[in-house]
T-cell receptor, first 114, second 114 residues
Framework: AQSVTQLGSHVSVSEGALVLLRCNYS??????LFWYVQYPNQGLQLLLK????ATLVKGINGFEAEFKKSETSFPLTKPSAHISAAAEYFC????????????WGAGTKLIIKP | DAGITQSPRYKITETGRQVTLMCHQT?????MFWYRQDLGHGLRLIYY???????DKGEVPDGYVVSRSKTENFPLTLESATRSQTSVYFC?????????????FGNGTRLTVT
């Protein structure tokens, strides 16, 4: 069965440090990949997506992610963490013939230490 | 304003009562979804709809009923609420035909069943 694994339910970084959130998927067909962010008491908001083309994707709020086909991974990075980035981050994958069914990772809560 | 709105934001109900959660989107997206979010389970799909009058079960449909008579509305009904249905419910919409556009989420309904 297809799945998405986010490594680390909680990730803690110091303000100004690199943020790296990991996402691995299992698939034998080309995926469409998404990262969403959820702030407290809010719905999920799209950070960035990969469908086709350039493997390095830039999103909002200084985040970017690289589609690594050989590693079946889609890690999310931000060069310098800011306190405003503290939130929960979800990775999701879908496929062309999946009837828009997204497979979700369990989420990673990002904690920023002042 | 364009968007997706859920009502109510908070609801407390008693076991055995019927409760309906509302979802309205203004984009005319063809697809709409209901998810529940629980600690330790991430996002789980309850029901989805590909168009008006077309609905299908997701991962956890038992105890829920949906309808979609109009493209913009997708209400979720708990016919006889149980404590296990205490959760945060998110509605989402998307237009799959547009290069796999991402889902747009409402701000959620926090439901407590006593």
């Amino acid at each position: 069965a297809q799945s998405v694994t986010q490594l680390g339910s909680h990730v803690s970084v110091s303000e100004g440090a690199l943020v790296l959130l990991r996402c691995n998927y299992s698939s034998s067909v080309p995926p469409y990949l998404f990262w969403y962010v959820q702030y407290p008491n809010q719905g999920l908001q799209l950070l960035l997506k990969y469908t086709t083309g350039a493997t390095l994707v830039k999103g909002i709020n200084g985040f970017e992610a690289e589609f690594k086909k050989s590693e079946t991974s889609f890690p999310l990075t931000k060069p310098s963490a800011h306190i405003s980035a503290a939130a929960e981050y979800f990775c999701a994958v879908t496929y062309m013939d999946s009837n828009y069914q997204l497979i979700w990772g369990a989420g990673t809560k990002l904690i920023i230490k002042p | 304003d364009a968007g997706i709105t859920q009502s109510p934001r908070y609801k407390i109900t008693e076991t055995g009562r019927q409760v309906t959660l509302m979802c309205h989107q203004t984009w005319s997206h063809s697809y709409m979804f209901w998810y529940r979010q629980d600690l330790g389970h991430g996002l789980r799909l309850i029901y989805y709809s590909a168009a008006a009058d077309i609905t299908d079960k997701g991962e956890v449909p038992d105890g829920y009923v949906v309808s979609r008579s109009k493209t913009e509305n997708f209400p979720l009904t708990l016919e006889s609420a149980t404590r296990s249905q205490t959760s945060v419910y998110f509605c989402a919409s998307g237009d799959r035909g547009r290069n796999n556009s991402p889902l747009h989420f409402g701000n959620g309904t926090r439901l407590t069943v006593t």
